[in-house]
């Protein structure tokens, strides 16, 4: 029955659900439980959208009371107190301890949101067209973000509008190991001939996470950040997927030391799984006039009790990110092991956002549902899903890694052997 009514009324769009075909009932921490009770260890974590797990206590207690005592549902982007204390919570344990000052403009509670928010603002500002993003980016499904993409099976979806007035040049280590693409960049922004118009903006994530888990060096991310500089652009970070913690810091850009003009957060800035989305802008780019970027849910009142309680929880001093730092050399371990199965196979990704480049996407495809039999939510990405990819909670323990990997490490030698079989 239930698998009835999800073929004949939900449409074809659904993707998850097809690479992990049961029905989900429960969940807590890094555990997730079907209607036939069995339980998975989870990789996924809401594509980074989970970062502290499932259901963490503390702010379900706050949601709850909140949702009791009759707390504001629904406010568009009027005050009220639980916004306040996530605005004050934001300053005082994220802006203010990084020497950050920056505006907090509340979007449509997706990511794709908050990044058409920031092109916007940059075209607005310096009244240019042309948006610089990189190869192997995403950014979002709408139009404008989808115009940023460089995946061509999600830029296929646009039914052939257009997506123009961005330029795509190559992302650090693009064009091959060893080669830096900066003097590429430089050349085609610099050459008037061109034929790349001067850029309102540069756009890029410090990990890309649907590209392949491609991190960006320190050198490039700064490289990017005095070009924007001396050719009147605006810098904007795409913190979506790599920010809340996932690569060590709670900024994916942290370790580079750079000062984008604009960072757009989702995902995990809930810290519950909650929508939200919001666009960090530097105080004087906020040339906004009053709604001329607005939408019915911008801002989510019960989004802002939850990660006023996640900051606090997690980000009131340095014990999460050293606790992370651990964790990230716990996961190199155990993908070096998986990588070390597969000739040619290489680790990819920094901090608790890494994978391994297994060579093709069906293997990838085929290791990653070996492993969901077996007791593993685990996904891939890259742009021909060639990469494993791990996306477990922050949150989730030294035991339940090392049994999450002994799965990964499992699936993939009974696919190898099957294919060895096979060959034979």
Avoid at 165 to 175: K, S
Avoid at 309 to 329: C, G, N, P, R
Avoid at 339 to 347: E, N, R, V, W, Y
Wanted: proline fraction near 3%; aromatic fraction near 8%; charged fraction near 20%.
């Amino acid at each position: 029955m239930t698998k009835t009514i999800y073929d004949r009324r939900e449409s074809e769009a659904r993707s998850y659900c097809r690479s992990f075909p049961t029905s989900f009932t429960t969940a807590q921490g890094s555990t997730l439980n079907d209607a036939e009770g069995n339980s998975y260890i989870d990789f996924l974590a809401g594509c980074s959208s989970l970062n502290y797990g499932h259901n963490d206590p503390d702010m379900k207690a706050a949601l709850i009371d909140h949702i009791a005592g009759d707390g504001i549902a629904h406010a568009l982007d009027m005050h009220t107190d639980a916004k306040a204390d996530f605005l004050t919570a934001y300053e005082e344990k994220i802006l203010k301890p990084r020497g950050m000052d920056y505006k907090v403009m509340m979007t449509g509670p997706t990511g794709t949101n908050a990044v058409e928010a920031a092109i916007k603002l940059a075209r607005k500002v310096t009244g240019r067209r042309n948006v610089i993003a990189f190869t192997n980016g995403f950014h979002g499904m709408t139009l404008g973000s989808l115009a940023l993409t460089g995946n061509s099976g999600k830029r296929a979806g646009a039914g052939g509008a257009h997506l123009g007035d961005v330029t795509h040049l190559p992302y650090d280590g693009a064009m091959g190991e060893g080669v830096d693409t900066l003097p590429f960049i430089e050349q085609m922004i610099e050459n008037g001939s061109s034929g790349v118009d001067a850029p309102a903006a540069f756009i890029f994530e410090p990990v890309q996470g649907e590209g392949g888990l491609n991190a960006a060096s320190d050198e490039w991310m700064q490289g990017i950040a005095k070009l924007a500089k001396k050719h009147g652009a605006l810098l904007i970070v795409d913190d979506i997927q790599a920010g809340c913690g996932r690569t060590g810091t709670f900024f994916g850009f942290e370790r580079a030391g750079i000062k984008p003009d604009m960072i757009t957060q989702a995902k995990s800035l809930s810290g519950f799984g909650l929508p939200f989305a919001a666009l960090l802008i530097k105080p004087e780019h906020d040339i906004w006039k009053p709604a001329e970027h607005n939408g019915t849910f911008r801002g989510n009142t019960h989004a802002f009790v939850t990660a006023r309680v996640a900051i606090e929880k997690f980000w009131s001093d340095k014990a999460f990110e050293e606790e992370l730092a651990h964790k990230a050399t716990l996961i190199t371990t155990g993908l070096q092991q998986l990588a070390d199965m597969i000739p040619g196979a290489k680790l990819k990704g920094r901090g608790l956002m890494q994978g391994v480049d297994v060579g093709s996407g069906e293997l990838a495809g085929e290791i990653c549902a070996r492993a969901f039999e077996q007791g593993l939510i685990i996904e891939t990405s890259g742009a021909e899903d060639e990469v494993v990819k791990v996306l477990a909670p922050l949150t989730t323990t030294d035991a339940e890694f090392r049994k999450g990997f002994d799965i990964l490490t499992g699936a993939a030698a009974s696919i190898l052997e099957t294919t060895k079989i096979a060959a034979e």
